[in-house]
């Protein structure tokens, strides 16, 4: 009798060390396939697993991120393209082929009828260092357009400017996050980490633990304030007024780091002045903060050895979002807080890679390593790189919000690629926004679901997931980290590397574009290579064995640059520069006909546009539609219940949604979260009006009037 062999076990493939693919933190996590090799699970086929080694998370995790895999599952994305005969019909399925010919022919005719700058790219602030990077590339090699910019102008950009201003060199956070807990005081302005990114939270935790103080700045006591020691409350707009106060009664109060301030700084006569002008009575008057509440912050800052301010996008998205940065970046120059070990300004990015989505190449002005595209030098660094004419380099572009708000208009964008980016939803004054898209002559959207902006396509183009691709990201720390793929995407998905090589070669540029990440990013060291984000030190290897590489980091042997400023700043002559800033009012302030502050943000189920989280059935739980927040006293003057619908009304728009009726938010203010399209679209009512230096949009104040509703459909 011949015997048989045992079966064999059909073996698990080992789990995979990766990164979440929401916010900036980029959590590290551990994914592992769900049944054995070969099976074909009906729900998402990896889990997400804990990573405690990773120092950023420490293993912690959202839901967001525990429930990332969701959208890998089958039925739950795009698998193969779409494309629009005819203006107004349907999407129809297509071949790659079809799809990729349909948007190079019709990208190569409006160039040739209207000129290069006719055509643009839009990029996101989620996608990899590679593809940011090779975006940039193709529009301005291939296409040879000025136009390229990226939903990341809508992040951090009044911070970055600032912090440019000020240092000399932009980096969202010139520390660890692990620093956090070790300084005396802590001042988060406009931030509520507790629901946009909670695996933070252990920090502040941490902070008070260690002895630290924590206040927070915000116009609702959200979770984050629930946890400080001193909440000030100021009305949306009163950031700026409010720092100056701040450093008004530091000087007052002989709080002043006098050797600091003449050793390391510049500019102190000039910002002094400004903050004299702005005495208690007159700050509270302008915010509403109580004058002892600011005289309490100010001794709890300026008394501590060392201490921090971070802002984030309650205080940046303004049209005077670089002032007001400006002004609490002053606040650390004068009280000694700054290039110092715990001390110090930072940015709470937002986007997982706005970071790096915007330091190679995606904004109009800027070139990869942080060049400017004005610089002759730089031109020609990366032009070499490139091996094309500097010459041949467009010149700098318009802003985001120019650049939709210019769609199909005379001079404007009549082709656009958009990538990673759900703009009919989060843009500013996004009703507008909506119709400009429409009127283009051509559409492309590359995204792995159907969102709004990509149901207004012509051609929809379906992209892999950060599962199913190599490649890195940057967090808000500057640690440049490594995404690795996990498994194969569907059969009809493409990478945007192979979408970009394929669309190159088709309009005339056949070399240049590697459609694997880790030769990009290869690519990418060398244009980097000398520039304020110096990547050129920095290999997949080293990011691998070293959990994150922190940028500058010049050389293979250098070790990363964990710590900023500690000896110098980076301006021509190290000394950091205080901004003349004083306070002005905001673009719309309340009136008779709109009596009313609003404000928006994000809520702790849901992230950015909504676009992947709202097709996650746990987190739409959790989360399940829009709502209009408003204080007992405003509820009832309306006459209005919990749960009734609200029309609220801008000089823009409308929308309509449940209210939510809650002591936590001021009496003049109400709150809306801008996660959902439809009536309930929070940007359909928000002010497109600009910050003069960071081109950032004012979504965090606009006037308006509130009333009862009729309830609506999709509300």
Same mark, same amino acid.
């Given at each position: 009798?011949?015997?048989?062999?045992?079966?064999?076990?059909?073996?698990?493939?080992?789990?995979?060390?990766?990164?979440?693919?929401?916010?900036?933190?980029?959590?590290?996590?551990?994914?592992?396939?769900?049944?054995?090799?070969?099976?074909?699970?009906?729900?998402?086929?990896?889990?997400?697993?804990?990573?405690?080694?990773?120092?950023?998370?420490?293993?912690?995790?959202?839901?967001?991120?525990?429930?990332?895999?969701?959208?890998?599952? *089958?039925? &739950?994305? !795009?698998?193969?393209?779409? =494309?629009?005969? #005819? %203006? +107004? $019909?349907? /999407?129809?399925? @297509?071949?790659?082929?079809?799809?990729?010919?349909?948007?190079?022919?019709?990208?190569?005719?409006?160039?040739?009828?209207?000129?290069?700058?006719?055509?643009?790219?839009?990029?996101?602030?989620?996608?990899?260092?590679?593809?940011?990077?090779?975006?940039?590339?193709?529009?301005?090699?291939?296409?040879?357009?000025?136009?390229?910019?990226?939903?990341?102008?809508?992040?951090?950009?009044?911070?970055?400017?600032?912090?440019?201003?000020?240092?000399?060199?932009?980096?969202?956070?010139?520390?660890?996050?692990?620093?956090?807990?070790?300084?005396?005081?802590?001042?988060?302005?406009?931030?509520?980490?507790?629901?946009?990114?909670?695996?933070?939270?252990?920090?502040?935790?941490?902070?008070?633990?260690?002895?630290?103080?924590?206040?927070?700045?915000?116009?609702?006591?959200? *979770?984050? &304030?629930? !946890?400080?020691?001193?909440? =000030?409350?100021? #009305? %949306? +707009? $009163?950031? /700026?007024?409010? @720092?100056?106060?701040?450093?008004?009664?530091?000087?007052?109060?002989?709080?002043?780091?006098?050797?600091?301030?003449?050793?390391?700084?510049?500019?102190?006569?000039?910002?002094?002045?400004?903050?004299?002008?702005?005495?208690?009575?007159?700050?509270?008057?302008?915010?509403?903060?109580?004058?002892?509440?600011?005289?309490?912050?100010?001794?709890?800052?300026?008394?501590?050895?060392?201490?921090?301010?971070?802002?984030?996008?309650?205080?940046?998205?303004?049209?005077?979002?670089?002032?007001?940065?400006?002004?609490?970046?002053?606040?650390?120059?004068?009280?000694?807080?700054?290039?110092?070990?715990?001390?110090?300004?930072?940015?709470?990015?937002?986007?997982?890679?706005?970071?790096?989505?915007?330091?190679?190449?995606?904004?109009?002005?800027?070139?990869?390593?942080?060049?400017?595209?004005?610089?002759?030098?730089?031109?020609?660094?990366?032009?070499?790189?490139? $091996?094309?004419?500097?010459?041949?380099?467009?010149?700098?572009?318009?802003?985001?919000?120019?650049?939709?708000?210019?769609?199909?208009?005379?001079?404007?964008?009549?082709?656009?690629?958009?990538?990673?980016?759900?703009?009919?939803?989060?843009?500013?004054?996004?009703?507008?926004?909506?119709?400009?898209?429409?009127?283009?002559?051509?559409?492309?959207?590359?995204?792995?679901?159907?969102?709004?902006?990509?149901?207004?396509?012509?051609?929809?183009?379906?992209?892999?997931?950060?599962?199913?691709?190599?490649?890195?990201?940057?967090?808000?720390?500057?640690?440049?980290?490594?995404?690795?793929?996990?498994?194969?995407?569907?059969?009809?998905?493409?990478?945007?590397?192979?979408?970009?090589?394929?669309?190159?070669?088709?309009?005339?540029?056949?070399?240049?574009?590697?459609?694997?990440?880790?030769?990009?990013?290869?690519?990418?060291?060398?244009?980097?290579?000398?520039?304020?984000?110096?990547?050129?030190?920095?290999?997949?290897?080293?990011?691998?064995?070293?959990?994150?590489?922190?940028?500058?980091?010049?050389?293979?042997?250098?070790?990363?640059?964990?710590?900023?400023?500690?000896?110098?700043?980076?301006?021509?002559?190290?000394?950091?520069?205080?901004?003349?800033?004083?306070?002005?009012?905001?673009?719309?302030?309340?009136?008779?006909?709109?009596?009313?502050?609003?404000?928006?943000?994000?809520?702790?189920?849901?992230?950015?546009?909504?676009?992947?989280?709202?097709?996650?059935?746990?987190?739409?739980?959790?989360?399940?539609?829009?709502?209009?927040?408003?204080?007992?006293?405003?509820?009832?003057?309306?006459?209005?219940?919990?749960?009734?619908?609200?029309?609220?009304?801008?000089?823009?728009?409308?929308?309509?949604?449940?209210?939510?009726?809650?002591?936590?938010?001021?009496?003049?203010?109400?709150?809306?979260?801008?996660?959902?399209?439809?009536?309930?679209?929070?940007?359909?009512?928000?002010?497109?009006?600009?910050?003069?230096?960071?081109?950032?949009?004012?979504?965090?104040?606009?006037?308006?009037?509130?009333?009862?509703?009729?309830?609506?459909?999709?509300?």
């Amino acid at each position: 009798m011949t015997p048989t062999a045992a079966p064999v076990a059909p073996t698990t493939p080992a789990a995979t060390d990766t990164h979440c693919p929401y916010c900036s933190l980029q959590c590290g996590m551990r994914l592992a396939p769900v049944g054995p090799a070969g099976s074909a699970p009906a729900g998402p086929p990896v889990e997400v697993l804990e990573r405690p080694d990773f120092p950023v998370n420490r293993g912690a995790l959202c839901g967001k991120g525990r429930t990332a895999p969701a959208l890998l599952a *089958r039925g &739950a994305r !795009l698998t193969g393209p779409l =494309l629009r005969d #005819r %203006p +107004g $019909g349907p /999407l129809r399925s @297509a071949s790659w082929p079809e799809a990729l010919d349909r948007v190079a022919t019709g990208l190569a005719r409006v160039r040739a009828e209207h000129g290069p700058d006719a055509v643009g790219v839009f990029g996101g602030g989620g996608l990899t260092n590679e593809k940011a990077y090779l975006l940039g590339k193709f529009a301005r090699v291939v296409l040879g357009t000025a136009n390229i910019d990226y939903n990341g102008r809508f992040c951090m950009s009044s911070a970055a400017a600032a912090h440019r201003r000020a240092f000399g060199l932009d980096r969202g956070l010139p520390f660890p996050l692990a620093d956090l807990p070790h300084t005396g005081c802590l001042v988060l302005v406009g931030a509520n980490p507790a629901e946009t990114m909670p695996p933070a939270v252990r920090y502040l935790r941490e902070l008070r633990e260690n002895g630290g103080t924590l206040i927070v700045v915000d116009p609702r006591r959200t *979770r984050t &304030a629930e !946890l400080a020691d001193l909440h =000030l409350q100021p #009305r %949306p +707009g $009163g950031d /700026l007024a409010l @720092a100056l106060g701040l450093l008004h009664l530091v000087i007052a109060d002989g709080l002043l780091d006098q050797d600091f301030i003449a050793e390391r700084t510049s500019g102190f006569a000039a910002a002094r002045e400004s903050a004299m002008a702005h005495w208690p009575d007159r700050v509270e008057r302008i915010t509403g903060v109580p004058v002892h509440q600011l005289r309490l912050a100010a001794r709890m800052f300026g008394e501590a050895a060392t201490g921090m301010v971070l802002t984030a996008r309650g205080a940046e998205q303004h049209s005077k979002g670089t002032d007001t940065v400006g002004a609490w970046i002053n606040l650390c120059l004068a009280t000694g807080k700054s290039g110092r070990p715990y001390s110090g300004y930072g940015c709470l990015t937002g986007q997982g890679n706005g970071q790096g989505g915007r330091e190679h190449g995606q904004k109009a002005d800027q070139l990869p390593g942080y060049r400017s595209i004005e610089d002759p030098a730089a031109r020609a660094h990366v032009a070499a790189v490139w $091996g094309v004419p500097a010459a041949s380099l467009p010149g700098p572009g318009v802003s985001a919000y120019e650049l939709l708000d210019g769609l199909g208009r005379p001079g404007g964008v009549k082709a656009l690629l958009l990538a990673g980016s759900n703009p009919a939803v989060s843009a500013p004054n996004a009703g507008q926004i909506t119709e400009r898209l429409r009127a283009l002559d051509l559409l492309v959207v590359a995204d792995l679901v159907l969102s709004e902006t990509a149901r207004l396509a012509d051609v929809v183009l379906p992209v892999t997931q950060w599962a199913e691709e190599d490649g890195t990201t940057t967090n808000l720390e500057g640690r440049v980290i490594l995404r690795r793929r996990a498994l194969d995407p569907p059969d009809g998905v493409r990478g945007e590397l192979w979408l970009l090589r394929e669309l190159a070669a088709r309009l005339g540029v056949p070399d240049g574009f590697p459609a694997e990440a880790e030769q990009a990013f290869e690519e990418l060291r060398r244009a980097s290579a000398g520039g304020d984000a110096d990547y050129a030190g920095i290999s997949y290897a080293r990011i691998a064995a070293e959990d994150g590489v922190f940028w500058p980091c010049p050389a293979e042997g250098h070790p990363g640059t964990p710590r900023l400023f500690l000896d110098r700043y980076a301006t021509p002559d190290g000394r950091a520069r205080f901004a003349e800033v004083t306070h002005r009012p905001a673009a719309e302030e309340p009136d008779e006909a709109y009596p009313l502050y609003l404000t928006t943000g994000r809520v702790l189920a849901q992230y950015q546009s909504g676009a992947q989280t709202r097709r996650v059935a746990e987190l739409n739980a959790a989360a399940p539609g829009p709502y209009v927040e408003l204080h007992p006293r405003l509820a009832q003057r309306l006459g209005v219940a919990d749960g009734e619908p609200l029309a609220v009304t801008s000089r823009r728009g409308r929308a309509v949604a449940p209210a939510r009726i809650t002591e936590a938010i001021r009496p003049d203010t109400v709150f809306m979260p801008f996660h959902w399209a439809g009536a309930g679209r929070a940007n359909s009512l928000t002010n497109p009006a600009l910050d003069p230096v960071s081109r950032m949009p004012e979504f965090k104040l606009c006037a308006v009037r509130v009333e009862r509703a009729h309830r609506e459909a999709g509300t």
